[in-house]
């Protein structure tokens, strides 16, 4: 997160710029009073909205123009330049908007507007007059402010197994658990608008079934809540090993906000941590927890981290990157027990360490489905509008196996943006909506300074090319398959991770 973006420097908007200074497709950053203001031009018509993302305040500036749009380059967010509204998560609350005037070959900026978002869906066919949504993550918080944006006035219940309202998970393995976070930061929203938005939350309960037929769950109280809608956005959690020790009180997995409190509690008396496995989240948690000066050990069967996902190359680099920090990694290599204050590795030897971080991966929530024979396959079935095998009853997320447009099969991923830009989607057809969800993925992950952004899926590949200067953080590594592009990771290259996205959704005739 930063402040770059609010920075009021640049011109004066409300004193002119010139129209030829700003090209068809171009951008400008510049200040309003207090404001940093984002000027835009397409075609002769010209746009003034806030220059700082709602989600991180990324500059939009040096973000991407598409039609009546403007996209992040940080985390591919986009918002309306008509009307300021957040069109695509992980941004969700909208900027604001300015009058332009155009004078004697100049565009002036002039006031501060309320303009509505667009409505996306007819609230007024749907007969859901009561959402329930199973989970408070990305994807059923995403969808409760969806529909109250959408102007939806039934009644939204969330049900949550978590002790905290929902949180920014990414950032629990990165800037809050390395300690530079402060805590407003955390919750997606403060506790004001849950009531200010009629939004039943229940924090701390559990959902144990769901009848179909009845159209309704049970509550681990044995409480009945009827829906009329209902959307599973129950997401995944860590696996656990079967390993003697595992129990051990000094042994943590990351999922949540409680989860990351108990490791920071452990962390402040920790010398040496191990972490098991070289996944996103086990080496963020790596890079955070060096930022707290403790050692850190990577054990991890894979010859490389992160190979199976983003390729040789990136992996080499990643390990580089992390060995420079003083990570010491333990690669094609496995812990056989954890003691009190040792870890015990398949090769013989044994690791001292007062704190052990399981990232070894997750596995979907999906009992409930399961138990109400819902479609499953590696994760809950749905079709193009996220509706389950049961009609009304909708998933998103972690969970959900979509029909990807892009890469042409059924796919599951574990990514913040698709579970929130899902949960929207779902919102929209919980209101008798018909949106396709076909977006392209993509996600981003943070190792110290350096933040990987990916765009696509690609699970498996015949050729990788690299574009640019890994090593010098400066690169565009395209995934390949017959000659097809299915993924772009990239290192500094925003824009470039901008039109390998703009490129795919092209590719399926979205334009
Ligand atoms: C530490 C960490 C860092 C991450 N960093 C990144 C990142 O940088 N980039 C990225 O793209 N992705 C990242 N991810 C992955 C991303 O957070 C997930 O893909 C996303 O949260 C999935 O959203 P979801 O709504 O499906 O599930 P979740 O956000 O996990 O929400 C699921 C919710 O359902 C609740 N629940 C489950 N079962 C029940 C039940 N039976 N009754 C009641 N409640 C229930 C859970 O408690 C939880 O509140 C990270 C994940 C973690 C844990
Ligand atoms: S800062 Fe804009 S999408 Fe994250």
């Excluded at 604001?96 to 006031?111: E, Q």
């Excluded at 090769?347 to 009992?367: C, F, K, Q």
């Excluded at 509706?387 to 029909?403: C, K, L, N």
Aim: glycine residues 10%; hydrophobic residues 45%; proline residues 5%.
């Amino acid at each position: 997160m930063g402040d770059a973006a609010n920075e009021t420097t640049g011109p004066d908007l409300t004193q002119g710029v010139a129209e030829g200074a700003l090209a068809d497709g171009a951008m400008l950053g510049g200040r309003v009073g207090d404001d940093a203001v984002l000027l835009a031009r397409r075609g002769d018509e010209f746009f003034a909205i806030g220059a700082a993302c709602t989600h991180y305040s990324g500059p939009l500036a040096e973000g991407l123009l598409v039609g009546d749009t403007v996209r992040c380059p940080w985390h591919h967010a986009c918002f309306s330049l008509r009307t300021g509204e957040a069109l695509r998560a992980p941004a969700l609350a909208p900027v604001a908007c300015w009058t332009t005037l155009r004078r004697d070959g100049k565009v002036f900026v002039g006031k501060k507007v309320d303009v509505s978002p667009a409505r996306r869906a007819d609230t007024s066919t749907g007969a859901a007059r009561r959402i329930v949504l199973v989970g408070g993550g990305a994807a059923g918080f995403a969808a409760a402010e969806m529909l109250r944006r959408q102007g939806y006035q039934g009644d939204i219940t969330m049900v949550s197994d978590e002790d905290a309202p929902p949180v920014d998970r990414p950032n629990l393995s990165k800037d809050y658990l390395a300690g530079t976070a402060p805590e407003e930061w955390v919750p997606l929203r403060g506790d004001d608008f849950y009531s200010d938005h009629s939004i039943d939350l229940k924090q701390r309960t559990s959902v144990a079934g769901l009848d179909l037929r009845a159209g309704e769950l049970t509550l681990g109280d044995g409480a009945r809540l009827p829906y009329d809608r209902l959307l599973l956005a129950t997401g995944a959690e860590p696996v656990r090993l079967p390993l003697p020790g595992i129990d051990l009180p000094h042994v943590h997995t990351l999922r949540s906000l409680a989860d990351c409190r108990a490791i920071i509690a452990r962390a402040a008396t920790a010398k040496r941590v191990v972490v098991m496995g070289a996944s996103f989240i086990g080496l963020e948690v790596a890079a955070s927890l060096r930022a707290r000066n403790i050692e850190v050990h990577v054990v991890a069967p894979e010859k490389r981290p992160m190979e199976r996902v983003l390729g040789p190359e990136l992996g080499d680099f990643i390990r580089g990157l992390h060995e420079q920090h003083g990570v010491v990694f333990h690669l094609e290599e496995t812990a056989t027990e954890i003691h009190a204050e040792t870890v015990a590795l398949k090769s013989g030897g044994t690791i001292d360490a007062d704190l052990v971080v399981v990232g070894v991966g997750v596995r979907p929530r999906l009992a409930l489905a399961e138990k109400a024979r819902l479609a499953i396959d590696r994760g809950v079935m749905v079709n193009e509008y996220l509706e389950t095998s049961a009609p009304g009853v909708f998933a998103a997320g972690d969970i959900a196996r979509w029909p990807d447009p892009h890469s042409g099969g059924a796919i599951r991923v574990e990514h913040w943006v698709v579970a929130q830009r899902q949960g929207q989607t779902a919102a929209l057809n919980m209101l008798g909506g018909k949106v396709r969800f076909d977006a392209v993925p993509f996600f981003w992950s943070q190792h110290y300074d350096v933040p990987i952004n990916y765009v696509g899926h690609a699970e498996s590949w015949d050729e990788i090319a690299v574009d640019g200067d890994i090593a010098r953080r400066d690169c565009a590594v395209r995934y390949k398959r017959h000659g097809k592009t299915l993924a772009v990771a990239s290192i500094y290259r925003d824009i470039e991770s901008l039109k390998a996205e703009v490129a795919m959704e092209k590719a399926r005739g979205a334009f």
